[in-house]
């Protein structure tokens, strides 16, 4: 068990001794690290996708796939934004001492573009399907990789996180 030192460090429910800015310090450093992945996938799909438009197949989409690219474009950039908005967020409020705030914040940022990714990634995938199989099956394919999503991203966190950690 950690000791408190002269009341200037906070013991955490996890065991750790740390004041509330060794605290935001730690987490902003981890929150950069999982943002550098979601930034990095996200920006090379949202490059492809511009490119889409581009392309002579573009001109043959009817009127539903239009429309499923549009989505899928839209949904892309909100999840760009969202997912650079913490860099931003960190230099722009960067010393003025709302470290913990601007965890939270940018957590939330990063939590949001997750959804948009997911939402970009679904949407990208029915486009591509109904162009490439042009069949019913097509949106059982995308529920069940929607769901796998699901699974991976938050079902399996969200379980461990309820079954792992104690309720004192």
């Avoid at 499923?68 to 892309?76: H, P, R, S």
């Avoid at 939590?111 to 990208?124: E, K, R, S």
């Avoid at 769901?147 to 461990?160: R, T």
Wanted: hydrophobic share 50%.
């Amino acid at each position: 068990m950690a000791t408190q030192e002269s009341g200037t460090r906070a013991e955490l429910h996890n065991g750790r001794n740390e004041t509330p800015e060794e605290r935001a310090d730690r987490q902003w450093a981890e929150l950069l690290q999982e943002v550098r992945v979601a930034q990095t996938g996200v920006q090379v799909l949202f490059g492809f996708l511009l490119t889409v438009a581009f392309t002579p197949r573009f001109a043959e989409l009817g009127d539903v796939d239009r429309g499923i690219y549009l989505a899928t474009v839209l949904l892309g950039s909100l999840a760009t934004g969202a997912l650079i908005g913490p860099v931003s967020f960190h230099r722009i409020v960067s010393g003025r001492r709302i470290k913990p705030q601007t965890v939270t914040w940018a957590s939330r940022l990063t939590f949001t573009g997750l959804i948009l990714l997911l939402g970009t990634l679904a949407a990208a995938l029915l486009l591509i399907l109904r162009v490439v199989l042009h069949d019913g099956i097509v949106p059982w394919l995308v529920a069940g990789v929607l769901a796998w999503y699901l699974a991976c991203w938050f079902v399996l966190p969200l379980w461990a996180r309820y079954r792992l950690t104690s309720r004192d």
